[in-house]
């Protein structure tokens, strides 16, 4: 298996892990719209309300999420609502209308969104084992029993992806093909399986995709697929809504930049001392937009529709 660490651009963005999660925008008073985008308190929905919006990635996403939504309640004081949009481009689209507070992203999400008028700050990347960074892999796959061995031999074939704004699952498997020889747009037939557990399993029943790609925390769960290579990527992004009022936005930076499941637990969080929620949650560790840079000169490097305002 071979370990791309990308070495034209990957010193350019893991270097900010710094504090500046707070800097954020300065524009932190909300704007009503008549498109109701955002009311006049900065708020998706009222002041007694924070919306907490996610990439649709998994079939267990909301589980997954719970404890920290009723964390993030704790902290605020507030009622925490579950926004799941229906795909990448639709959670894009809500949090440039203002009617996300609260969001777990994908690092190209959030680029995608800011650079289309998303106000939103980056505060932690949540990592899911001690001593870990921000990061994870995004992993290219095979069923178990093909005889494809590097990316190279993906020429021809029907790759599964999972989304267009997938940073694991898109974005930086078509930086890697392109650095293999291989046009995504033409050198191969891509599937979008909108989800990083669907595409595992397409690529395991063989059928509808020969190879794909997803990211680790859902390959490892499956034995039908085998890694042929993996790429490690830019930790996904806690981010809140730059909108929102500073004593709240305060809350949500001193509550969620550096935290322990073990804090969580204190908090007296149900559902927070569980196998289910440490497979998926370890810490926080901050992160600034400077971070996700990397995935800025890949959106370059790519030419990816996806990354332009």
């Known amino acids: 298996m071979k370990l791309r660490a990308l070495p034209a651009l990957a010193g350019v963005a893991l270097l900010a892990l710094g504090l500046a999660a707070c800097s954020g925008s300065a524009d932190a008073a909300g704007t009503p719209g008549a498109d109701g985008s955002s009311s006049a308190s900065g708020f998706a929905v009222d002041e007694n309300t924070l919306v907490f919006g996610v990439v649709p990635d998994s079939v267990d996403t909301e589980t997954n999420y719970q404890p920290l939504m009723d964390y993030i309640a ?20 809500a949090a440039v209308a203002g009617k996300v507070d609260v969001a777990s992203f994908s690092g190209f999400t959030y680029v995608t969104a800011t650079n289309n008028g998303a106000k939103l700050t980056p505060i932690s990347s949540i990592v899911t084992e001690e001593g870990q ?39 930086f498997p078509s930086y890697n093909l392109l650095e293999a020889g291989i046009d995504p747009k033409t050198d191969i037939t891509p599937v979008f399986a909108g989800k990083h ?16 790609f997803a990211e680790d925390s859902e390959v490892e769960k499956s034995d039908k697929v085998k890694v042929i290579d993996e790429t490690m990527v830019p930790g996904a992004p806690l981010v809140y809504s730059s909108t929102l ?31 289910a929620f440490r497979s998926v949650f370890y810490a926080t560790k901050p992160v600034d ?11 370059k490097e790519t030419e990816a529709e996806q990354c332009q305002a």
């Open 289 to 299: 937009d400077a971070y996700y840079d990397l995935i800025r000169d890949i959106c």
């Open 74 to 93: 704790e902290i605020t004081g507030k009622t925490v609502e579950y926004h799941e949009s229906t795909d990448y481009a639709a959670l894009i689209e």
């Open 197 to 212: 557990d669907v595409s595992v399993t397409k690529v395991g029943e063989g059928v509808e995709c020969e190879a794909g």
């Open 133 to 171: 960074e921000p990061g994870y892999f995004s992993q290219a796959i095979v069923p178990a029993g093909s005889d494809i061995k590097s990316l190279e031999d993906f020429k021809g074939k029907k790759v599964c992806f999972v989304d267009p704004s997938s940073t694991s699952g898109y974005l």
């Open 245 to 275: 009022p500073d004593d709240v936005s305060k809350k949500l930076i001193d509550g969620l930049s550096e935290i322990t499941i073990d804090d969580i637990i204190a908090a007296g969080i149900d559902g927070a001392d569980t196998d």
